[in-house]
């Protein structure tokens, strides 16, 4: 990356872009992850939860620019995909709830944990979460 650094050394601000050689790390003590540039004295250390939220930013830029997952979906239509998913094959995982999807499944790329799954639903559905369980109790 390029930066352009104020004269009163305020922010620096991205200035261009490219791909070069470097380390990631991660600090479990602290909460952390770290890139550490090979061949520039710079190190860039972000806290996980601030990372979460940069990476879901922009999974939902990504999606507003693909159409996808905005989509307006009826209730009807998740209902019908809430019943698909009880067929969908999920392997163990190091996630909240400890599985993902094996493969990817409708608007989900393979990797989806579970609970978030689940909570996509809650959050789409008019009805909630607990409306679509009953459907298949």
Partial sequence: MKY???????????????VMPCTVYCAYSDGTVGVSI?????????RVDELMLLMQAGAEANAELTGTAREKYTDAD????????????????DSPSGEITAAPWWIFPRGVDRDDLLAWFGEHHTLGIEYLHELID
């Fill in 4 to 18: 352009d650094t104020p004269p009163d050394g305020g922010q620096r601000t991205v200035k261009g872009q490219g």
């Fill in 38 to 46: 090979r061949d520039l004295d710079l190190q860039i250390d972000v």
């Fill in 78 to 93: 998740l209902e019908e995909k809430w019943l698909e998913l009880q067929s969908v094959e999920w392997v163990p995982a």
